[in-house]
């Protein structure tokens, strides 16, 4: 009895620490994403920008 008293929480916190982990992993690559994204955006703008710039320059 003791035995499987000690081997439950282990699992448990095994179990518990995996779904952090995933859960971290999830969350990391969420915000990766969202700056990645984000950052992307921004160098098109500025792209954009420049573009319309060099448009108008000759004009």
Do not use: C
Request: aromatic fraction near 10%; charged fraction near 25%; charge should be positive.
């Amino acid at each position: 009895m003791t035995v499987i008293k000690i081997k439950e929480p282990q699992r448990g916190y095994i179990n518990i620490a995996k779904g952090n982990a995933l859960g971290l992993g999830l969350l990391l690559t969420y915000i990766f994403r969202v700056i990645w994204t984000t950052d992307f955006e921004g160098h098109k703008m500025l792209r954009r920008q420049k573009y319309s710039e060099a448009k108008l320059l000759p004009t």
